[in-house]
């Protein structure tokens, strides 16, 4: 009897909070009315009793308008893109839907997300049976994995006695990716094109280059038969492909605390970044202000060049866990690479001629990214290039006030190309936000324009 009872008790708790969701934001004021009915018991004046019935009336009244309209409040959210670049502006539209006979006076939403600098913090109202639209964005200045929720919205009665509160604990993730630049003056190491030990297995796939006839033989598939040449021979030829145009290319990119900390690399701010035209792009993030960003988009921006040049690429680093994308073509290819520069930071502790060592490859190219000057990398690879002057490049990460002539000299001792990436110097972006032009209405209902930056 006791438990059915308990159940029972639980049961109408629970309808009268709505499921937990009605709380009174005022409980003084619920002991106001039967205190003055009280009063007005023991002194019987007409006006005690007015006042006491009043009070109450009005506490039931506020319980029933939040009990009414509060289930009636649905609020949707659309985010305008899965993911996004650094630069890119993240737009989001709400749409607060009314479906009761009351309007609703104020509904405070708070969302907490990660993305920095995004803020889904608004109070809006809406007539009854209506509906609201709105949109929150914000530029995305971070690349990273960031998640969009969880959401609180929270509403109340005229008078402020009671309040509805719901949650929404389900989050959504967004990936913000680095941008592309373009590393003018560059070219890229070549690699030996088709190694010995892979050549039987790789003229059996095709690709667009043909580089050469040969005679049928078993196993071999008919559409790869050169028709124009055996009508010529009177032979049965098939077309071989080139795999490997210019060799597969290995990103190395250091991210090794101790390469990010040194003195010298630290304390080089000195001089003043130079702008790009910051008065034209004023909401332009500066990646290039930080060694560790630079390092990133440049590890991204030569993926891309490569793929570009139909090259198969691939990634290594080590930021406390490896980070290996197996060599490989297409736009596919480079999301993968790019998703594993979304979320990397400078918190590894093997350095990166370790790094190489460990996925050491065979006629392939090899690009290392590094704020590392003192060249502890060097004979890292000197190992991969193994005999073949330019098959290595070194993209050195330098701050503005240094110079890394020395290391120069070092890497073209060893045949090694060098390019130097000057931290707060711009790269010109791939895909440039554009201005686009909109217009809002401001508090004393003046049409203003307003220019924004967008992909």
């Known amino acids: 009897m006791t438990r059915i009872m308990l159940d029972g008790g639980r049961r109408g708790w629970r309808w009268l909070t709505s499921g937990g969701n009605i709380r009174v934001r005022r409980p003084p004021a ?10 007005a018991l023991a002194a019987p004046y007409r006006w005690l009793f007015f006042l006491a019935y009043s009070c109450l009336i009005l506490t039931l009244a506020s319980y029933g308008w939040v009990r009414y309209v509060g289930p009636r409040l649905h609020l949707d ?5 899965k993911w996004a670049q650094v630069g890119d502006t993240l737009e989001e539209t709400w749409c607060l839907h009314n479906c009761a006979h009351l309007p609703v006076l104020w509904l405070e939403i708070d969302d907490v997300s990660t993305i920095p600098g995004y803020s889904a913090r608004r109070v809006v109202s809406v007539d009854r049976n209506n509906h ?35 949650r929404e604990e389900r989050t959504r993730q967004i990936v913000i990716y680095p941008p592309l630049a373009h590393v003018r003056g ?29 005679e ?3 196993g071999d598939m008919l559409n790869h ?22 060799g597969t290319l290995w990103i190395a990119l ?37 060694p560790l960003e630079l390092a990133v988009v440049i590890a991204a921006s030569l993926a891309a060049k490569a793929l570009d040049e139909e090259r198969l690429v691939g990634f290594l680093a080590d930021d406390g866990r490896p980070r290996l994308v197996q060599a490989g073509r297409g736009p596919r290819q480079l999301w993968r690479i790019l998703e594993e520069l979304a979320d990397v930071r400078a918190t590894g502790t093997l ?15 090899l690009a290392v990214i590094t704020p590392a000057l003192d060249g502890a990398w060097l004979p890292a690879l000197a190992e991969w290039q193994r005999g073949r002057p330019g098959a290595a490049l070194a993209m050195l990460i330098v701050p503005a006030p240094l110079r890394a002539s020395a290391l120069e000299e070092r890497l073209a001792a060893l045949g090694a190309r060098s390019y130097v990436c000057v931290v707060g110097q711009p790269l010109p972006l791939v895909n440039p936000p554009r201005p686009r032009a909109t217009l809002r209405i401001s508090p004393l209902g003046k049409v203003i324009g307003d220019v924004r930056r967008e992909r």
């Open 225 to 246: 038969i050169h028709w124009p040449t055996v009508a010529r021979t009177n032979r049965l030829m098939v077309k071989e492909f080139d795999q490997e145009r210019a």
């Open 351 to 365: 350095p990166i001629g370790d790094v190489v060592r460990r996925e050491r490859g065979s006629g392939t190219a």
């Open 132 to 166: 609201r639209t709105w949109t929150t964005g914000a530029m995305c200045v971070q690349r990273g994995i960031y998640t969009l929720g969880p959401l609180r919205a929270r509403t109340a009665d005229p008078f402020g006695i009671f309040e509805y509160e719901w």
């Open 254 to 290: 250091d991210l090794c605390a101790e390469a990010y900390q040194e003195p010298a690399i630290t304390s080089g701010t000195v001089a003043a970044p130079v702008s790009l035209q910051s008065s034209a792009l004023p909401e332009a993030p500066h990646f290039w202000e930080t």
């Open 30 to 39: 619920l002991f106001v009315g039967p205190l003055l009915l009280l009063l």
């Open 186 to 214: 560059l070219t890229l190491p070549l690699g030996r094109s088709g190694s010995v030990a892979r050549a039987d297995i790789l003229r059996r796939h095709t690709t667009p280059d043909a580089s050469s006839v040969r």
């Open 216 to 218: 049928y033989a078993p």
């Open 77 to 81: 959210r659309r985010l305008s893109q």
